[in-house]
């Protein structure tokens, strides 16, 4: 019923910067959280950063300070800006956005990924 398109994924070196982003469509009554995601090969999907509709942040420890978090209500879209990047930034990158879709229902929803490399 939602769709999400993650885009801005690609090869970047060192120290470099990036930004993502992602849009919502489909049948979007009112989105409440909307975060990022990702998963390096052989490791667990973590938690990068998240964003209230009201605008309350948060991150996770090894970004803070480098990645930012921002959001369009009236687009229904997210960005993370990404700066002075490194190596074990590398991973696929995961849209994630909830709705309240009846009472007492939380739905969930994930965007296809978009990769990341850091490299040299």
């Known amino acids: 019923q939602v769709q999400l398109v993650e885009s801005g994924g690609g090869l970047v070196q060192p120290g470099g910067s990036l930004r993502l982003s992602c849009a919502a469509s489909?049948?979007?009554?009112?989105?409440?959280?909307m975060g990022w995601y990702r998963q390096a090969p052989g490791k667990q999907r973590e938690l990068v950063a998240s964003i209230t509709s009201g605008g309350s942040t948060n991150y996770a420890d090894s970004v803070k300070g480098r990645f930012t978090i921002s959001r369009d209500n009236a687009k229904n879209t997210v960005f993370l800006q990404m700066n002075s990047l490194k190596p074990e930034d590398t991973a696929v990158y995961y849209c994630n956005a909830d709705q309240w879709e009846r009472v007492g229902y939380l739905r969930n929803y994930w965007g296809k990924g978009t990769l990341v490399t850091v490299s040299s």
């Open positions: 489909g049948s979007i009554i009112s989105i409440n959280v």
